[in-house]
């Protein structure tokens, strides 16, 4: 049997951690009971190992790991107490640790960068991988210096920059019906496809989560990461495998070729802040009255960014990304909008509206919207959607994302020129937001956005 993976998790004690990463590697143990990995949490946190174990297993309970691979990952996880920040302290925590290891940073972001200039100063056990959480930098520049610094502990493949939306059945499902497909592949072009809408609206409110929100934005917090990344994977030449290399790389490529609509920001995004209102059933008062919230920020809740992907494949496609809070419906999806036939027969009655497919990512489904007969006129159409419901992920996106990272595969981490790339890409939206060159407008909590905005994508 081969060593145990060390799992090392830095902010032991912090919200990442038990609501995210613990519920995570216990799905993952549940579906691979025979994985074998030794848990260490480190936070400045006073806790003991008893304590610690106490946590990992009520992360395991309920979660349905048999109950002696949780016996035997809980007797062996321990806790270091610790403030990071102490040389000696991180020094001594690395102490009598071998590889494989992964050092998994749930720190807050300065001070994960702190503790990486720390390191540097170190010598890491053969095979150290770390694994860090968004946000990578907070524009392209600081992006790249995070990069030369990470470069300097490890190599670039072992460097595993976590987006939990990568480990989302419902997204990866892209790949294959792209690529499985014979019916869609020809279809996946400019010559066909109109335009692409990719979605994230939500009608949960702030929820007490200020304290990050407010210094990052719908854009910030859901386009530049993660609806990029689907973009990514929607628009990417095939892989030739599903190889780390192929498809990092492919991805990379598009990412690459992505900019701003018409490289103008000001007509190619739009900002909006909730007011107050009524979301699921409940009163929520305006974003800048929510406890914790800087009016000062300037935080917007609703963004929408129109973005091109200038190459031969896409280029004269819009891709609009767009995500908000507190909004009436959910709309998490992928909406693809077909150009029309090139000629309808004359006769034909009531075919205009346009051929979509529909790629639903919560819950998971894919429709495909087509004019076909209505009820008795048999040359009078109607659309109709065929729809396939997705079958359950086998475990939570932490818990691929964790085996990926446990196997040192950074098949489902995002290389560093992705990273700085998708900054590339959102920075001039920004520098236009700052500048107050795009109005900032508001919608009442519970609505479809500001008048005018409609609801984005619009469903048949
Ligand atoms: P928290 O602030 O909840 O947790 C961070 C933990 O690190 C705290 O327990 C904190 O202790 C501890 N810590 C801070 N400084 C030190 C130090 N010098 N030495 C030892 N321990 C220290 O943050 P989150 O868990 O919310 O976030 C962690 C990371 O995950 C961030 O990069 C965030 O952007 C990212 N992330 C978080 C998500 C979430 O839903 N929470 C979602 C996606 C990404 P103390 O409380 O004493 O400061």
New binding site residues.
């Given amino acids: 049997m081969s060593d145990p993976t060390t799992l090392v998790i830095?902010?032991?004690?912090?919200?990442?951690?038990?609501?995210?990463l613990l519920p995570g590697l216990a799905s993952l143990l549940a579906v691979e009971p025979d994985r074998r990995v030794h848990v260490v949490g480190?936070?400045?946190?006073e806790l003991d190992d008893a304590g610690w174990r106490a946590k990992v297993t009520e992360a395991f309970t309920g979660a349905g790991v048999p109950e002696d691979a949780a016996a035997e990952v809980a007797a062996d996880a321990r806790y270091v107490q610790?403030?990071?920040?102490?040389q000696e302290?991180l020094a001594g925590l690395l102490d009598g640790l071998g590889g494989p290891l992964v050092l998994y940073?749930?720190?807050?972001?300065q001070?994960?960068q702190?503790?990486c200039g720390l390191l540097e100063r170190l010598e890491l056990p053969e095979d150290t991988r770390l694994a860090?959480?968004?946000?990578f930098g907070h524009e392209l520049e600081s992006a790249q210096e995070l990069n030369v610094q990470l470069l300097k502990l490890v190599p670039e493949d072992r460097i595993h920059r976590?987006d939990?939306f990568l480990g989302v059945n419902t997204i990866l499902n892209l790949i294959g019906i792209r690529f499985a497909n014979r019916l869609l592949q020809p279809m996946w072009s400019a010559e066909h496809i109109e335009r692409v809408v990719i979605s994230y609206d939500e009608t949960l409110a702030l929820e007490g989560?200020a304290?990050?929100y407010d210094g990052a934005g719908a854009l910030v917090d859901m386009i530049q990461s993660h609806l990029l990344q689907i973009l990514a994977f929607f628009a990417m030449e095939a892989p030739a495998s599903l190889d780390e290399v192929e498809v990092r790389s492919v991805k990379a490529q598009v990412l690459r070729a992505t900019r701003v609509w018409g490289e103008d920001p000001t007509t190619a995004s739009r900002r909006a802040r909730y007011t107050a209102g009524r979301s699921e059933d409940r009163d929520v008062p305006s974003y800048v009255d929510e406890e914790g919230v800087d009016p000062a920020n300037d935080t917007e809740t609703l963004a929408e960014v129109v973005l091109e992907v200038a190459n031969a494949r896409w280029a004269g496609v819009p891709f609009v990304l767009r995500s908000g809070k507190a909004l009436r419906e959910p709309a998490k999806q992928v909406v693809v909008t077909f150009r029309p036939p090139r000629h309808v027969p004359t006769g034909l009655k009531d075919c205009t509206e346009p051929d979509q497919l529909i790629l639903e990512l919560k819950p998971g489904a894919v429709d495909v919207v087509l004019s076909m007969n209505a009820e008795g006129d048999p040359f009078e159409l109607e659309q109709k959607v065929i729809r396939a419901e997705l079958g359950k992920s086998r475990m939570l996106p932490y818990g691929e994302v964790l085996a990926g990272i446990l196997d040192g595969d950074p098949l489902l981490s995002i290389r560093g020129d992705v990273a700085e790339d998708c900054w590339r890409i959102v920075d001039p939206v920004l520098a236009a937001w700052r500048a107050g060159s795009v109005p900032m407008q508001d919608y009442p909590a519970g609505s479809d956005g500001p008048d005018g905005w409609g609801v984005v994508p619009p469903r048949s």
């Fill in positions: 830095l902010g032991a004690s912090g919200d990442l951690t038990s609501r995210l480190v936070d400045r946190a610790a403030d990071l920040l102490e302290q940073f749930a720190l807050p972001p001070v994960s702190k503790v860090l959480e968004k946000p976590v939990h989560r304290g990050y």
